[in-house]
T-cell receptor
Protein backbone atom coordinates (compact mmCIF):
# COMPACT_ATOMS: atom_id res chain seq x y z
CA UNK A 1 0.00 0.00 0.00
CA UNK A 2 1.57 3.26 -1.20
CA UNK A 3 -0.60 5.48 0.98
CA UNK A 4 -2.07 7.21 -2.08
CA UNK A 5 -5.79 6.67 -2.53
CA UNK A 6 -7.90 7.17 -5.62
CA UNK A 7 -11.63 7.06 -6.12
CA UNK A 8 -13.52 5.66 -7.84
CA UNK A 9 -11.72 2.51 -8.87
CA UNK A 10 -13.83 2.07 -11.99
CA UNK A 11 -15.95 4.53 -13.93
CA UNK A 12 -18.12 3.81 -16.94
CA UNK A 13 -19.73 6.73 -18.70
CA UNK A 14 -20.96 7.84 -22.10
CA UNK A 15 -19.41 10.10 -24.69
CA UNK A 16 -19.99 13.78 -24.06
CA UNK A 17 -20.25 13.36 -20.31
CA UNK A 18 -18.10 14.88 -17.56
CA UNK A 19 -16.42 12.98 -14.72
CA UNK A 20 -14.30 13.83 -11.69
CA UNK A 21 -11.50 11.63 -10.43
CA UNK A 22 -10.25 12.10 -6.89
CA UNK A 23 -6.85 11.57 -5.33
CA UNK A 24 -5.61 11.79 -1.76
CA UNK A 25 -1.81 11.93 -1.50
CA UNK A 26 0.34 10.28 1.14
CA UNK A 27 0.16 12.05 4.46
CA UNK A 28 2.48 15.06 4.34
CA UNK A 29 3.17 14.95 0.61
CA UNK A 30 2.79 18.35 -1.01
CA UNK A 31 2.99 17.39 -4.68
CA UNK A 32 0.39 15.55 -6.72
CA UNK A 33 0.86 14.31 -10.26
CA UNK A 34 -1.68 12.91 -12.70
CA UNK A 35 -0.74 10.37 -15.36
CA UNK A 36 -2.76 8.65 -18.07
CA UNK A 37 -2.00 5.08 -19.10
CA UNK A 38 -3.40 3.82 -22.40
CA UNK A 39 -2.44 1.00 -24.74
CA UNK A 40 -1.43 3.30 -27.59
CA UNK A 41 0.19 6.18 -25.67
CA UNK A 42 1.66 4.34 -22.71
CA UNK A 43 2.14 6.26 -19.45
CA UNK A 44 1.92 9.99 -20.02
CA UNK A 45 2.26 12.86 -17.58
CA UNK A 46 -0.74 15.15 -17.51
CA UNK A 47 -0.27 17.75 -14.78
CA UNK A 48 1.41 18.46 -11.44
CA UNK A 49 0.30 20.50 -8.44
CA UNK A 50 2.53 21.54 -5.57
CA UNK A 51 0.94 22.80 -2.37
CA UNK A 52 -2.13 24.04 -4.20
CA UNK A 53 -0.39 25.63 -7.18
CA UNK A 54 -0.06 24.27 -10.68
CA UNK A 55 3.63 23.46 -11.17
CA UNK A 56 3.96 21.66 -14.49
CA UNK A 57 1.77 20.73 -17.41
CA UNK A 58 2.19 17.88 -19.83
CA UNK A 59 0.08 16.60 -22.68
CA UNK A 60 -3.18 17.51 -21.01
CA UNK A 61 -6.14 18.21 -23.27
CA UNK A 62 -8.04 21.48 -22.89
CA UNK A 63 -11.11 19.41 -21.99
CA UNK A 64 -9.26 18.22 -18.91
CA UNK A 65 -8.56 20.30 -15.82
CA UNK A 66 -7.32 19.68 -12.32
CA UNK A 67 -6.97 21.37 -8.98
CA UNK A 68 -5.42 20.76 -5.59
CA UNK A 69 -7.34 21.76 -2.51
CA UNK A 70 -6.10 23.22 0.81
CA UNK A 71 -6.18 19.75 2.38
CA UNK A 72 -3.87 18.68 -0.51
CA UNK A 73 -6.26 16.26 -2.16
CA UNK A 74 -6.61 16.70 -5.89
CA UNK A 75 -9.32 16.26 -8.48
CA UNK A 76 -8.99 15.67 -12.20
CA UNK A 77 -11.98 16.79 -14.22
CA UNK A 78 -12.57 15.30 -17.66
CA UNK A 79 -15.30 16.82 -19.80
CA UNK A 80 -16.86 16.26 -23.22
CA UNK A 81 -15.56 12.73 -23.01
CA UNK A 82 -14.58 10.85 -26.14
CA UNK A 83 -14.01 7.15 -26.71
CA UNK A 84 -10.27 7.81 -26.85
CA UNK A 85 -10.28 9.08 -23.26
CA UNK A 86 -10.80 5.53 -22.04
CA UNK A 87 -7.68 4.78 -20.02
CA UNK A 88 -6.25 4.15 -16.60
CA UNK A 89 -5.65 7.40 -14.72
CA UNK A 90 -3.03 7.38 -12.00
CA UNK A 91 -2.33 9.86 -9.30
CA UNK A 92 1.08 9.99 -7.65
CA UNK A 93 2.46 12.04 -4.79
CA UNK A 94 5.84 13.12 -3.52
CA UNK A 95 7.61 15.93 -1.69
CA UNK A 96 7.66 15.52 2.02
CA UNK A 97 10.84 17.53 1.75
CA UNK A 98 12.65 19.55 -0.83
CA UNK A 99 14.81 16.69 -2.07
CA UNK A 100 12.25 14.08 -2.99
CA UNK A 101 12.78 12.29 -6.24
CA UNK A 102 10.53 9.23 -6.19
CA UNK A 103 6.79 9.29 -6.63
CA UNK A 104 4.29 7.00 -4.97
CA UNK A 105 1.38 5.87 -7.11
CA UNK A 106 -2.21 5.20 -6.27
CA UNK A 107 -4.11 2.15 -7.57
CA UNK A 108 -5.62 4.12 -10.46
CA UNK A 109 -9.08 4.85 -11.79
CA UNK A 110 -10.09 2.89 -14.86
CA UNK A 111 -12.28 5.06 -17.07
CA UNK A 112 -14.35 3.47 -19.78
CA UNK A 113 -16.17 5.77 -22.19
CA UNK A 114 -18.91 4.09 -24.22
CA UNK B 1 13.83 16.99 -23.49
CA UNK B 2 14.00 13.61 -21.89
CA UNK B 3 13.10 10.22 -23.27
CA UNK B 4 13.38 6.59 -22.31
CA UNK B 5 13.76 3.62 -24.62
CA UNK B 6 12.87 0.12 -23.55
CA UNK B 7 13.60 -2.20 -26.44
CA UNK B 8 11.17 -5.00 -26.98
CA UNK B 9 7.80 -5.34 -25.32
CA UNK B 10 8.09 -8.81 -23.87
CA UNK B 11 10.79 -10.87 -22.17
CA UNK B 12 10.34 -14.48 -21.16
CA UNK B 13 12.71 -16.31 -18.83
CA UNK B 14 12.71 -19.59 -16.97
CA UNK B 15 12.33 -19.66 -13.22
CA UNK B 16 15.79 -19.37 -11.69
CA UNK B 17 17.30 -17.71 -14.78
CA UNK B 18 18.86 -14.28 -14.96
CA UNK B 19 16.51 -11.39 -15.61
CA UNK B 20 17.84 -8.53 -17.73
CA UNK B 21 15.54 -5.69 -18.74
CA UNK B 22 17.16 -2.95 -20.78
CA UNK B 23 16.64 0.78 -20.47
CA UNK B 24 18.37 3.60 -22.31
CA UNK B 25 17.67 7.23 -21.66
CA UNK B 26 18.20 10.57 -23.28
CA UNK B 27 18.54 13.66 -21.12
CA UNK B 28 20.10 17.08 -21.55
CA UNK B 29 20.73 17.36 -17.81
CA UNK B 30 21.96 14.83 -15.25
CA UNK B 31 19.19 12.27 -15.08
CA UNK B 32 17.45 10.74 -12.14
CA UNK B 33 16.42 7.21 -13.05
CA UNK B 34 13.78 4.85 -11.73
CA UNK B 35 12.38 1.40 -12.27
CA UNK B 36 8.76 0.76 -11.40
CA UNK B 37 6.82 -2.52 -11.50
CA UNK B 38 3.13 -2.89 -12.25
CA UNK B 39 1.31 -6.07 -11.34
CA UNK B 40 -2.00 -6.79 -13.09
CA UNK B 41 -4.76 -4.42 -12.06
CA UNK B 42 -2.51 -2.53 -9.67
CA UNK B 43 -0.67 0.75 -9.50
CA UNK B 44 3.05 1.27 -9.99
CA UNK B 45 5.45 0.27 -7.26
CA UNK B 46 8.95 1.71 -7.02
CA UNK B 47 11.64 -0.96 -7.40
CA UNK B 48 14.71 1.25 -7.19
CA UNK B 49 16.10 4.66 -8.03
CA UNK B 50 19.34 6.37 -8.99
CA UNK B 51 19.80 9.99 -8.02
CA UNK B 52 23.46 10.56 -7.18
CA UNK B 53 26.35 8.59 -5.71
CA UNK B 54 26.87 4.87 -6.19
CA UNK B 55 26.03 3.83 -9.72
CA UNK B 56 24.98 0.31 -8.74
CA UNK B 57 21.69 0.57 -6.88
CA UNK B 58 19.85 -2.20 -5.12
CA UNK B 59 16.11 -2.33 -4.87
CA UNK B 60 13.36 -4.46 -3.50
CA UNK B 61 12.75 -8.12 -4.33
CA UNK B 62 16.39 -8.77 -5.24
CA UNK B 63 16.51 -6.39 -8.20
CA UNK B 64 19.40 -4.08 -8.95
CA UNK B 65 20.37 -1.65 -11.70
CA UNK B 66 23.55 0.05 -12.80
CA UNK B 67 23.74 3.60 -14.09
CA UNK B 68 26.22 3.82 -16.95
CA UNK B 69 26.60 7.38 -18.11
CA UNK B 70 28.85 6.51 -21.05
CA UNK B 71 26.22 4.13 -22.38
CA UNK B 72 23.22 6.22 -21.26
CA UNK B 73 21.81 3.03 -19.79
CA UNK B 74 20.11 1.87 -16.62
CA UNK B 75 19.47 -1.83 -17.12
CA UNK B 76 17.57 -3.81 -14.49
CA UNK B 77 18.80 -7.22 -13.40
CA UNK B 78 17.94 -10.01 -11.01
CA UNK B 79 20.15 -13.07 -10.69
CA UNK B 80 17.35 -15.61 -10.31
CA UNK B 81 13.80 -15.11 -11.57
CA UNK B 82 10.84 -16.12 -9.47
CA UNK B 83 7.31 -16.78 -10.68
CA UNK B 84 6.14 -13.79 -8.64
CA UNK B 85 8.33 -11.48 -10.76
CA UNK B 86 5.91 -11.77 -13.70
CA UNK B 87 4.68 -8.22 -14.24
CA UNK B 88 5.20 -5.14 -16.38
CA UNK B 89 8.33 -3.11 -15.74
CA UNK B 90 8.75 0.57 -16.51
CA UNK B 91 11.92 2.61 -16.65
CA UNK B 92 11.49 6.33 -16.00
CA UNK B 93 13.60 9.48 -15.93
CA UNK B 94 13.18 12.85 -14.28
CA UNK B 95 15.37 15.95 -14.23
CA UNK B 96 15.20 16.71 -10.55
CA UNK B 97 13.40 16.61 -7.27
CA UNK B 98 9.63 16.91 -7.39
CA UNK B 99 9.60 16.73 -11.17
CA UNK B 100 7.47 14.79 -13.59
CA UNK B 101 8.47 11.30 -14.66
CA UNK B 102 8.95 10.40 -18.31
CA UNK B 103 8.31 6.70 -18.80
CA UNK B 104 9.40 4.13 -21.31
CA UNK B 105 6.78 1.96 -23.00
CA UNK B 106 7.26 -0.83 -20.50
CA UNK B 107 8.36 -4.46 -20.78
CA UNK B 108 6.23 -7.43 -19.82
CA UNK B 109 8.22 -10.09 -18.01
CA UNK B 110 6.95 -13.65 -18.13
CA UNK B 111 8.51 -16.39 -15.98
CA UNK B 112 8.22 -19.98 -17.16
CA UNK B 113 8.16 -22.80 -14.60
Amino acid sequence: DSGVTQTPKHLITATGQRVTLRCSPRSGDLSVYWYQQSLDQGLQFLIQYYNGEERAKGNILERFSAQQFPDLHSELNLSSLELGDSALYFCASSARGDSTYEQYFGPGTRLTVT
Amino acid sequence: AQSVTQLGSHVSVSEGALVLLRCNYSSSVPPYLFWYVQYPNQGLQLLLKYTTGATLVKGINGFEAEFKKSETSFHLTKPSAHMSDAAEYFCAVSHGANSKLTFGKGITLSVRP
